[in-house]
C-alpha cells in the first residue's frame, strides 16, 4: 500500500480525537516515509528537542521498544545521551568532529529527529541535514511537520504523533506499506 494512503487509513482507524492529524499529514508524510525507510536499512535514530520538550524525547526513547512488542527493537538514543557536552558545543568544527564520531559509531548511518522551535545551536546544524526528520513548535515550514507550542493539546498532539510514527515503523517493517 502506498505511504500516504496508509498514513490516511491508520489516521482514521484512530478514534476521533487523531482526526487532526488529517490536516497536517501532508508534510508529516515524506519526512516520515524517508525516516522509516532509513531505520529499515540500519541508521540510528537520534532524538533532539528543546529543553521544554526533553520530556518527549524521553518517551520516544522510553515506548519505541516495547519488550512485550512483536518487532526487533530499532536503535534510538537521545543526543544528549551519547554525547552529554553537546550543549557546550559552538562552532561548526566542533559540530563536524561529532558528526566523525557518529558516523564512526552508527557505519549504517544516522538520522537526527529533532522536535521543538530552532532556537538552539544545535537545530542550525541539524537542518542543514537533509536526511533528518525535523518537527516545528512555532513556526510553520514547508516540508517539515510543524504544530503550535502554545496549543493547549500539544503534549497530546506529540503523543499522537510519536504513535503513528510508530506504527509506521511496524508497516514498513513488516511490508504492509511501500517506502
Not at 116 to 142: A, C, F, P, T
Request: contains cysteine; proline residues 3%; aromatic residues 18%.
Amino acid at each position: 500500500m502506498d505511504f500516504s494512503e496508509w498514513t490516511l487509513e491508520t489516521i482514521r482507524e484512530f478514534d476521533s480525537s487523531y482526526s487532526w492529524l488529517e490536516e497536517v499529514r501532508f508534510n508529516w508524510v515524506p519526512q516520515a516515509m524517508h525516516t522509516v525507510s532509513r531505520i529499515l536499512e540500519g541508521a540510528t535514530l537520534i532524538v533532539v528537542t528543546d529543553s521544554e520538550f526533553s520530556w518527549y524525547g524521553d518517551y520516544i526513547v522510553k515506548h519505541i521498544n516495547k519488550i512485550e512488542g512483536e518487532r526487533p527493537f530499532i536503535p534510538v538514543y537521545k543526543l544528549c545521551s551519547l554525547f552529554p557536552q553537546v550543549e557546550f558545543l559552538n562552532n561548526s568544527t566542533e559540530f563536524d568532529m561529532l558528526f566523525d564520531m557518529f558516523d564512526i559509531s552508527f557505519p549504517n548511518g544516522y538520522i537526527f529527529w529533532y522536535i521543538g522551535s530552532g532556537n538552539h545551536n544545535q537545530y542550525e546544524y541539524i537542518e542543514q541535514d537533509k536526511q533528518s526528520m525535523i518537527w516545528r513548535l512555532n513556526k510553520e515550514i514547508e516540508g517539515f511537520f510543524s504544530l503550535n507550542r502554545k496549543d493547549p493539546k500539544i503534549d497530546i498532539k506529540l503523543i499522537q504523533s510519536f504513535e503513528l510514527f510508530d506504527k509506521a515503523i511496524s508497516a514498513g517493517l513488516f511490508g504492509e506499506v511501500e517506502l
